[in-house]
């Protein structure tokens, strides 16, 4: 497993379209500055993301998966992100449980006018994963 | 067969690596991007098919393991289904998962475009079952079978298999009746031939010896095989028989699953049609005074030979998914023999022969119909 | 203190009796139980609507072909009876038929349930050679005396929750010194009840031993911790799933005979789980090589995800895994460890929500870091 400095980890991001969508793109406009370890993909809502979406990016061998959605009460369509907590949860219990890196998976909450917030997690998060290392499910062929 | 010529290649260390240095040298020279070949799991426990790319990859596959624990027409079809996509694959299959391979081509569940269906003289396999309870010794009593060709403790439908040798796909790697220190490559299509010559083999070996060793072992096995069928019809045979034979059968539906030529993402039995509701159920119950439940066993088993028996290569994968060790690869191919018998059929021979529920004849069967006047 | 309902008889042949009596006076119009169904002693759950075939009814047998829970929700799928029907199920099938009853996959109306303390299921490969029938006087002795029977399945002999706390009627059988002179049956609810109101049978008021339950599920939770920390081991990395997981041949009988697994058409089969050429492609040059057909690890890991949250650890995967992969033994830890976050039992209570469709407005406030 790499871990040395030139390793960029691959982290796949779910942004909700409402919130943290927009917050990626005032952390953009504002011109901070974060790893370029993220790739976003732009959700409706956190609770479109279905625990198998994050299940194939990690067996994929992404290195960390990020989903980001509204803060709980204020989701755009009322009440999506609760869900998105409980399903998070379980789907990290689930990770942990059959012994693999329930870290790599994060659950942010980042509202449209935070910026600044979307580059720390998205900071914190590169520097975690680097600790970490590659997911070495990347290279494996019998799975 | 193309021709009765053959290329001889020499076996230096094992067959084993003979066809792996042949495969690394294909890839060499850009005739295939890929390979479809078995390879041992880390665990030890179980051999699966393995899309190759890398060459390296190679020396840590098998091309004749003692189990085969998926049917390996559905390893290419879970590849071409979709398209044939842009890699040439060479695929080292057993005799009856290139016929089924062959009978989803015709169904249009697998795209062979871009496949090199590559066989060999086949041993059978071990029932996995038996090989999981000690897989080192079971790899050991495997080798040693190979080497004297003694198949007692491969799949009862192995054991009387008569298709063990080239029957389809492209080339055929040849072991029977010939001297331990080589083998022979047999093209069986003008994509083999073409393999072979850009393999630059001259194709110059006389095939009588295999083709003598081969006729040998397979007029013993046909008569074993009807011998076989025989006894086990008398022993299924009748409504009670039948029932009785599956009368352990959870209706887990496995054998369905793992057979190649069940390609039905939504299978009839798994559909609405076979719900029925309560007061059906309870109706049909009061008939008899018990209904055993879920009913409708023997009409999951015998309706699936009715959708499938013409394709059916005979491979043995359902016997050995069945949890409650029912027989039922040696019913289903005894069953498959008698009705493309009918129609002078031999399922995934040809991949011109359409299967024969979709063609006809304008004369034929008579003896089916009522007799005119 | 509950009404109970006695016969002075084996506890076997009573419930014969007690479902005969049922039949007989028209309170039911079936009655749903294992039963031998041929000469050589096979035995299936069957529909029983003659009081004549009940003779070869058995109804505690210790055997699970199928989990009966996902019998009734067939059952009752398109409708429930106009008649009643009175069904024996284990306290793991009356719970998987709970969670389906959740989903809208049956219905409890004209349904009476039987259920009783478990104390285990054999394999069901064990009825294939006459073992489980050899070992049935063992069987009931180490029952009698509220010890655990050897070779039963290993989700069996460590499940804790062997209590059937909404069926109808309860036969207590754990640590049962009477189960050969008496058959005694609590009347668990008001249904329960009426269906036996002027019925010609011996009516007692009793309590459950609940002391005695505990003692049991002790041992229980021994056998929990013994199984949880084995199978811990081996969950150990990628590597530990694909050494656990890679002999799996993709069958998907698990899921086929998981009664909370009720999908027609499961995703891991639909179009969504299938890969096109352009994937091959990728994985290929990331990889080069990939398993074919791919996909083995997110099915298990996907599956959990889905019935993790109402996995009753009935142990019908385990059985019906033509390659013995321990997956009732890793469902059922992943399923308990999911359940616990939410304080949730899967089939305790009919009228609990499943967690996953239901929210508080302040939790899991950890997990957003």
């Given at each position: 497993m790499k871990k040395d400095e030139d390793f960029l980890p691959k982290i796949i991001a779910f942004l909700?379209?409402?919130?943290?969508?927009?917050?990626?793109?005032?952390?953009?406009?504002?011109?901070?500055?974060?790893?370029?370890?993220?790739?976003?993909?732009?959700?409706?809502?956190?609770?479109?993301?279905?625990?198998?979406?994050?299940?194939?990016?990690?067996?994929?061998?992404?290195?960390?998966?990020?989903?980001?959605?509204?803060?709980?009460?204020?989701?755009?369509?009322?009440?999506?992100?609760?869900?998105?907590?409980?399903?998070?949860?379980?789907?990290?219990?689930?990770?942990?449980?059959?012994?693999?890196?329930?870290?790599?998976?994060?659950?942010?909450?980042?509202?449209?006018?935070?910026?600044?917030?979307?580059?720390?997690?998205?900071?914190?998060?590169?520097?975690?994963?680097?600790?970490?290392?590659?997911?070495?499910?990347?290279n494996k062929i019998f799975l | 067969m193309i021709e009765n010529k053959a290329a001889a290649i020499t076996i230096k260390s094992s067959m084993k690596n003979t066809i792996i240095e042949l495969l690394e040298k294909a890839i060499n020279k850009e005739i295939f991007d890929a390979v479809i070949i078995p390879m041992e799991t880390p665990a030890k426990d179980s051999f699966v098919y393995v899309l190759v790319k890398d060459k390296n990859l190679l020396k840590d596959s098998n091309p004749l393991p003692p189990v085969m624990f998926v049917q390996g027409a559905k390893a290419v079809s879970s590849i071409t289904r979709l398209g044939e996509g842009n890699l040439k694959i060479a695929a080292i299959l057993r005799p009856c998962e290139i016929r089924a391979a062959i009978e989803l081509a015709k169904v249009g569940q697998t795209n062979l475009d871009n496949i090199t269906l590559i066989s060999m003289d086949c041993p059978g396999v071990l029932p996995y079952p038996d090989f999981l309870s000690d897989p080192k010794k079971y790899k050991k009593l495997f080798e040693e079978a190979v080497e004297k060709w003694d198949n007692k403790?491969?799949?009862?439908?192995?054991?009387?298999?008569?298709?063990?040798?080239?029957?389809?796909?492209?080339?055929?790697?040849?072991?029977?009746?010939?001297?331990?220190?080589?083998?022979?490559?047999?093209?069986?299509s003008s994509k083999g031939k073409n393999l072979i010559e850009?393999?630059?083999?001259?194709?110059?070996?006389?095939?009588?010896?295999?083709?003598?060793?081969?006729?040998?072992?397979?007029?013993?096995?046909?008569?074993?095989?009807?011998?076989?069928?025989?006894?086990?019809?008398?022993?299924?045979?009748?409504?009670?028989?039948?029932?009785?034979?599956?009368?352990?059968?959870?209706?887990?539906?496995?054998?369905?699953?793992?057979?190649?030529?069940?390609?039905?993402?939504?299978?009839?039995?798994?559909?609405?049609?076979?719900?029925?509701?309560?007061?059906?159920?309870?109706?049909?119950?009061?008939?008899?005074?018990?209904?055993?439940?879920?009913?409708?066993?023997?009409?999951?088993?015998?309706?699936?030979?009715?959708?499938?028996?013409?394709?059916?290569?005979?491979?043995?994968?359902?016997?050995?998914?069945?949890?409650?060790?029912?027989?039922?690869?040696?019913?289903?191919?005894?069953?498959?023999?008698?009705?493309?018998?009918?129609?002078?059929?031999?399922?995934?021979?040809?991949?011109?022969?359409?299967?024969?529920?979709?063609?006809?004849?304008?004369?034929?069967?008579?003896?089916?119909?009522?007799?005119?006047? | 203190m509950t009404k109970t309902v006695v016969i002075n008889e084996n506890t076997h042949k009573g419930i014969i009796e007690f479902f005969k009596l049922l039949l007989k006076k028209e309170k039911v119009r079936g009655v749903f139980s294992l039963k031998k169904i041929n000469k050589d002693g096979d035995i299936a759950y069957s529909l029983i609507t003659d009081p004549d075939e009940l003779n070869e009814a058995v109804p505690f047998y210790p055997l699970m072909p199928v989990n009966a829970g996902k019998l009734l929700s067939r059952f009752t799928l398109k409708g429930s009876s106009k008649k009643p029907v009175i069904a024996v199920l284990k306290p793991c099938e009356l719970r998987g038929f709970v969670e389906l009853l959740k989903r809208q996959q049956g219905s409890l109306e004209n349904l009476y349930i039987v259920s009783f303390t478990c104390g285990g299921v054999y394999p069901s490969k064990l009825s294939l050679d006459g073992t489980i029938e050899k070992n049935m006087n063992s069987y009931w002795n180490e029952i009698k005396k509220g010890q655990i029977p050897n070779d039963l399945r290993p989700v069996c002999t460590s499940c804790t929750e062997f209590f059937p706390y909404t069926a109808d009627f309860i036969v207590d059988l754990i640590d049962n010194k009477e189960m050969d002179k008496k058959l005694e049956i609590f009347l668990n609810s008001k249904k329960g009840e009426e269906?036996?109101?002027?019925?010609?049978?011996?009516?007692?008021?009793?309590?459950?031993?609940?002391q005695k339950l505990d003692k049991y599920l002790k041992k229980r939770e021994t056998e929990k911790e013994k199984i949880f920390s084995?199978?811990?081991?081996?969950?150990?990395?990628?590597?530990?799933?694909?050494?656990?997981?890679?002999?799996?041949?993709?069958?998907?009988?698990?899921?086929?005979?998981?009664?909370?697994?009720?999908?027609?058409?499961?995703?891991?089969?639909?179009?969504?789980?299938?890969?096109?050429?352009?994937?091959?492609?990728?994985?290929?040059?990331?990889?080069?090589?990939?398993?074919?057909?791919?996909?083995?690890?997110?099915?298990?890991?996907?599956?959990?995800?889905?019935?993790?949250?109402?996995?009753?650890?009935?142990?019908?995967?385990?059985?019906?895994?033509?390659?013995?992969?321990?997956?009732?033994?890793?469902?059922?830890?992943?399923?308990?460890?999911?359940?616990?976050?939410?304080?949730?039992?899967?089939?305790?209570?009919?009228?609990?929500?499943?967690?996953?469709?239901?929210?508080?407005?302040?939790?899991?406030?950890?997990?957003?870091?």
């Open positions: 909700c379209n409402w919130c943290s969508y927009a917050g990626a793109d005032l952390a953009g406009t504002s011109r901070l500055k974060y790893p370029a370890s993220i790739l976003p993909i732009r959700v409706m809502c956190s609770s479109r993301v279905d625990p198998l979406f994050v299940l194939r990016a990690y067996l994929g061998g992404a290195d960390g998966v990020l989903v980001a959605g509204c803060h709980p009460g204020d989701c755009h369509y009322q009440e999506g992100n609760y869900f998105t907590r409980r399903r998070f949860a379980m789907l990290k219990k689930v990770v942990e449980d059959v012994g693999l890196e329930a870290d790599r998976l994060r659950l942010s909450w980042v509202s449209a006018s935070e910026g600044q917030k979307y580059a720390k997690v998205a900071k914190e998060f590169t520097e975690k994963i680097k600790e970490m290392g590659e997911n070495s499910a990347k | 403790l491969m799949r009862p439908v192995c054991q009387i298999c008569n298709h063990s040798s080239m029957v389809s796909g492209d080339i055929h790697f040849a072991t029977l009746g010939i001297n331990k220190d080589k083998m022979y490559l047999i093209p069986n850009k393999l630059e083999l001259p194709l110059k070996e006389n095939i009588e010896s295999w083709q003598k060793k081969v006729k040998e072992i397979s007029e013993k096995r046909h008569g074993k095989r009807k011998k076989t069928h025989k006894d086990l019809k008398t022993k299924i045979g009748g409504i009670d028989n039948f029932v009785d034979t599956f009368s352990n059968c959870i209706n887990c539906h496995n054998c369905m699953r793992v057979c190649p030529v069940c390609f039905c993402r939504l299978c009839y039995f798994d559909s609405d049609k076979v719900k029925h509701n309560s007061e059906d159920y309870l109706d049909r119950a009061e008939t008899k005074g018990s209904l055993r439940f879920l009913p409708d066993t023997s009409l999951f088993h015998i309706g699936r030979m009715s959708h499938m028996s013409l394709s059916c290569v005979s491979c043995g994968s359902c016997e050995d998914a069945c949890p409650m060790a029912i027989p039922v690869a040696q019913v289903f191919s005894m069953i498959a023999d008698e009705t493309q018998e009918l129609f002078n059929y031999v399922s995934g021979r040809d991949l011109k022969e359409p299967i024969p529920l979709v063609a006809y004849k304008e004369e034929e069967l008579r003896d089916m119909e009522d007799a005119h006047d | 269906l036996t109101k002027d019925l010609d049978i011996k009516s007692l008021e009793n309590k459950i031993d609940q084995e199978i811990n081991k081996k969950l150990n990395g990628i590597d530990g799933l694909v050494d656990i997981f890679g002999r799996c041949i993709g069958c998907h009988g698990c899921s086929k005979v998981c009664p909370v697994c009720y999908c027609t058409l499961c995703e891991f089969d639909s179009a969504n789980s299938e890969y096109e050429p352009s994937n091959y492609d990728s994985e290929l040059k990331r990889r080069g090589g990939i398993r074919a057909p791919p996909g083995i690890l997110y099915y298990h890991l996907g599956r959990m995800t889905h019935i993790g949250i109402s996995c009753v650890a009935c142990g019908s995967c385990e059985d019906v895994c033509p390659v013995d992969i321990p997956v009732a033994v890793i469902f059922k830890k992943v399923g308990e460890s999911v359940q616990n976050m939410f304080d949730y039992v899967a089939g305790k209570d009919v009228e609990e929500e499943i967690p996953l469709v239901t929210f508080k407005q302040e939790e899991f406030v950890e997990i957003e870091e």
